[in-house]
């Protein structure tokens, strides 16, 4: 599934797993948000739109920064997988440490 690809940016879900879903995001020339900005947003989004993961613990998130980049969406077009840019966390509960 892809979301705001009309904004600049692309993300894909790789996996749920124990509570922990994996998210691939794509930034492209339309973004200007920063990476972390970026990723806590889009893990938001998922989270709150799919039912699915409406209980998950946390997300791991994996950039591709096209933006910066511009060989890289050639590379995927291709079915070449570049190297991740940047890889983030988030923790959606706040207690989840206590």
Do not use: H
């Not at 200007?32 to 993961?53: G, M, P, R, V």
């Amino acid at each position: 599934m892809y979301y705001r690809v009309s904004y600049g940016v692309s993300s894909k879900l790789l996996s749920y797993e124990k509570g922990i879903f994996e998210l691939e995001i794509v930034i492209g020339n339309k973004w200007d948000k920063d990476y972390n900005s970026t990723a806590f947003e889009l893990a938001n989004c998922w989270k709150s739109q799919n039912k699915e993961l409406a209980m998950s613990m946390g997300c791991k998130i994996y950039i591709i920064d096209a933006k910066t980049f511009p060989f890289k969406k050639q590379l995927m077009n291709l079915g070449v997988q570049p190297q991740y840019d940047a890889k983030k966390g988030i923790i959606f509960r706040k207690k989840i440490l206590n």
